[in-house]
């Protein structure tokens, strides 16, 4: 086993943006105690919801030429995943993109493949 399993919900807000073909988010995200607590606001507030995302995830920290960045290996609403994330904002975006393609070619996984899609496109089917 690669480390103790738990089960978190998390509420978040991102905003999503472009960027010479790198995806940087804004994110607000909070960890949530009682995922039902929210439900019921929602509920109560006549909220609709748009999507739902389920993870399951094993994640590491990835370091090449003194550039770290976050993977995760994942099933997303059961669909497989390799999310590899800089989490940082002290670098351009050209910077940001080439090292990363760089890692992509390190683990053997095609650039060409790189989904820039948003979560709530994928699980809608868009």
């Known amino acids: 086993m690669f480390g103790e399993e738990s089960e978190k919900s998390y509420f978040c807000i991102k905003q ?3 960027e010479n ?3 940087f988010n804004a994110e607000h995200e909070t960890l949530i105690e009682n995922p039902e607590v929210l439900r019921t606001f929602f509920k109560a507030t006549g909220y609709i919801k748009w999507f739902e995302k389920t993870k399951d995830a094993i994640s590491s920290s990835v370091t090449q030429n003194d ?3 976050h993977l995760e290996l994942e099933k997303v609403n059961g669909l ?4 590899i994330e800089y989490t940082k904002e002290d ?3 050209d910077t940001v993109r080439v090292n990363l393609e760089k890692i992509l070619v390190t683990l053997a996984l095609d ?3 790189r989904d820039s899609r948003s979560w709530a496109e994928i699980i809608n089917g868009n």
């Open 16 to 18: 999503k943006s472009l």
């Open 21 to 23: 073909g790198v995806e």
């Open 67 to 69: 550039f770290e960045a």
């Open 80 to 83: 497989p995943y390799a999310e």
């Open 91 to 93: 670098l351009a975006p």
């Open 111 to 113: 650039v060409q493949k």
